[in-house]
């Protein structure tokens, strides 16, 4: 009972974490807690897989509400013996698959079995987003180094086409590689498959800015793209600043958004499906992401 009342404690300091569908309104920890409980989707043995909303980090900053403080709370509502911690998950701004374990020799196999298949080639991880703009293929490879820079007080990421030995060696840069496949387009926005065969933060948000096709509800990276006449081209980072991203009106329309509700669009890059050793797990996409594919008149994944 003490350590529940620690937990209790703990989350009763910790801020705000995932946000409403729609409203963009900060769920707090109860709501949050109660949001993941009833998205468990795999249940068996010491595995455990629910879909994680957009906006709730796996390790927050201090007394930031995130899934491993929210871990100890559900376990006790799921009635399960053992700690849950993390096996695969997406990133703070993505929804999508999570994969909890409360076996340590479950875990360790898992994270290994996924470091082998892809080094035999294969893609264990799939996502799905979409984007606002069309690749010119409907299938194809992004292949770019990828880097921290830092532009005043904040590191970005940003791709390196020409990579060096050195830096590569150094670690500076990391070699990344994306296969994409394009599910649907309509009206100038696409449905886009995601396979990542390396792991770099925000490595898709950059692959998809590179294809100038930035995901819907980047408000990182796409400010990157630019058009002129309808035309998109990319623009170096020196010269832009994380913003809001930028939609047209019609787009707007499409979306029933206004202006002033744009800052809040969560990002619509789901991870939806995880290879494992006994075959394909997957998770549907959230009722806002699913809203859009229907306003835009793309199909379901």
């Known amino acids: 009972m003490a350590g529940g009342g620690a937990a209790a404690r703990v989350l009763a300091r910790a801020g705000q974490g995932a946000r409403a569908a729609g409203s963009g309104r900060p769920l707090g920890p109860e709501e949050t807690l109660g949001l993941l409980e009833a998205s468990v989707v795999h249940r068996e043995g010491a595995l455990l897989a629910l879909s994680k909303?957009?906006?709730?980090?796996?390790?927050?900053?201090?007394?930031?509400?995130?899934?491993?403080?929210?871990?100890?709370?559900?376990?006790?509502?799921?009635?399960?013996?053992?700690?849950?911690?993390?096996?695969?998950?997406?990133?703070?701004?993505?929804?999508?698959?999570?994969?909890?374990?409360?076996?340590?020799?479950?875990t360790k196999q898992l994270q290994q079995f996924f470091t082998?298949?892809?080094?035999?080639?294969?893609?264990?991880?799939?996502?799905?987003?979409?984007?606002?703009?069309?690749?010119?293929?409907?299938?194809?490879?992004?292949?770019?180094?990828?880097?921290?820079?830092?532009?005043?007080?904040?590191?970005?990421?940003?791709?390196?086409?020409?990579?060096?030995?050195r830096s590569l060696a150094k670690k500076e840069v990391k070699r990344t590689l994306t296969r994409y496949r394009v599910l649907g387009a309509a009206g100038g926005c696409g449905l886009l498959q995601l396979q990542p065969k390396t792991a770099f933060p925000e490595q898709l948000l950059v692959h998809l800015m590179l294809l100038l096709c930035p995901?819907?509800?980047?408000?990182?990276?796409?400010?990157?793209?630019?058009?002129?006449?309808?035309?998109?081209?990319?623009?170096?980072?020196?010269?832009?600043?994380?913003?809001?991203?930028?939609?047209?009106?019609?787009?707007?329309?499409?979306?029933?958004?206004?202006?002033?509700?744009?800052?809040?669009l969560p990002l619509h890059l789901h991870l939806q499906q995880l290879v494992l050793p006994q075959g394909p797990l997957c998770v549907p996409p959230p009722p806002f992401f699913l809203r859009t594919l229907r306003c835009l008149g793309l199909p379901e994944p």
Do not use: I, N
């Open 53 to 106: 909303p957009p906006g709730l980090p796996v390790l927050g900053h201090l007394r930031e509400l995130s899934l491993t403080l929210l871990l100890p709370a559900l376990r006790r509502r799921l009635g399960l013996p053992a700690e849950l911690h993390v096996v695969k998950a997406p990133a703070r701004e993505c929804s999508g698959l999570v994969l909890l374990s409360s076996c340590h020799r479950t």
């Open 116 to 165: 082998d298949a892809r080094r035999r080639g294969q893609y264990p991880t799939t996502y799905c987003a979409v984007t606002v703009g069309v690749p010119a293929e409907e299938e194809g490879e992004v292949r770019a180094g990828l880097s921290w820079q830092h532009q005043g007080d904040t590191a970005v990421v940003v791709p390196v086409l020409d990579p060096g030995r």
């Open 215 to 264: 995901a819907l509800g980047d408000h990182k990276h796409s400010s990157r793209v630019g058009r002129v006449l309808g035309v998109p081209f990319l623009l170096p980072p020196e010269a832009t600043k994380t913003s809001t991203q930028v939609l047209d009106e019609e787009l707007l329309h499409r979306l029933g958004l206004s202006l002033k509700q744009l800052h809040r």
